[in-house]
């Protein structure tokens, strides 16, 4: 009988290797998809970065806003016999030493014509600078409301007492947000 033949270990005939290589390739194809992946989600947010930059762009109007400063501040005539369009706010700027040098804006709020630009020339005529006419956002109100804002809230007192020289003033005001281009919005009623 023949025995059997002992060979080292090492000079066995090894294992196949395939699957191992198999594992491998497959480790490698995941790590490409997750790289790849990666990298079109970095674009992607690069991109939305970029769109967003773009829609913060601001341009510029060439038409410049009076300032409280300027010589000329007072709505032209054509500007007063457009009651019904909203006028464009005139923005406020900086401390104010007197109740004349607010932006007042003066809203038709009775549906009478003209009542709006009467209280006007009647603010006008007391010494007040900046008033801008417009309509209220109904022709329901009763009396004169005052809404201020609260940074200009010392002068209520004085434009109410100017007021009542010739309307009825509610007791009740309204405070007017820091977003607003006026000081003080007076809404005439009937």
Known sequence: MDEPEFRPISAQPSAPVKKNKTKLIIAIIIILFLLGGFFLFQRANNSAEEEVIEEQIIIPTEETSPTPDDEDVTPT???????????????????????????????????????????QTFLQDLGYETVVTGNGDNFNYEGVTVNIKSSRSKYLDDIVSDLEDKYTVNEETGTLGTSSGFDVTIIIGS
């Open 77 to 119: 005539i054509e500007e007063e016999e457009e009651e019904d369009e909203t006028p464009t706010p005139i923005p406020t700027t900086g401390a104010v030493s007197s109740r004349f040098e607010l932006n007042v804006q003066v809203l038709n709020g009775s549906g009478e014509g003209g009542v709006a630009g009467e209280a």
